[in-house]
Nanobody
């Protein structure tokens, strides 16, 4: 069983920064791809960023490319999202998710259905 707990959300002014952290509980953290999604009121959940099981590859949504950075720490079993130059349109509930790599050679971090476990979410609000 895997559990994911997000922390680090809050209220920040436009142009500011926040760092979200996802704490992984369970076995074989290094066998899971990790991703961050977000959902604003009235909108569908959307992909933000993903990091492969090894940490060697990352993917970003176009809307956050160059502003957000995803990373993982195998010793701490965390997957973090550093968010810089925040905009009001970044306001949303941010969710961490885990996708079992299982020796697959393919990786589709943007696909919502690829993920097996989700956290409860953390609110990020960016004021203008």
């Amino acid at each position: 069983q895997v559990q994911l707990v997000e922390t680090g959300g809050g209220l920040v002014q436009a142009g500011g920064s926040l760092r979200l952290s996802c704490k992984f509980s369970g076995r074989a953290f290094s066998s899971w791809h990790m991703g961050w999604f977000r959902q604003a009121p009235g909108k569908e959940r959307e992909f933000v960023a993903g990091v492969s099981w090894s940490g060697a590859e990352t993917r970003y949504a176009d809307s956050v490319q160059g502003r957000f950075t995803i990373s993982r720490d195998s010793a701490q079993k965390t997957a973090d999202l550093q968010m810089n130059s925040l905009k009001p349109e970044d306001s949303a509930v941010y969710y961490c998710a885990a996708d079992w790599a299982n020796d697959r050679t393919t990786w589709y971090p943007q696909r919502y259905g690829e993920y097996d476990y989700w956290g409860q979410g953390t609110q990020v609000t960016v004021s203008s």
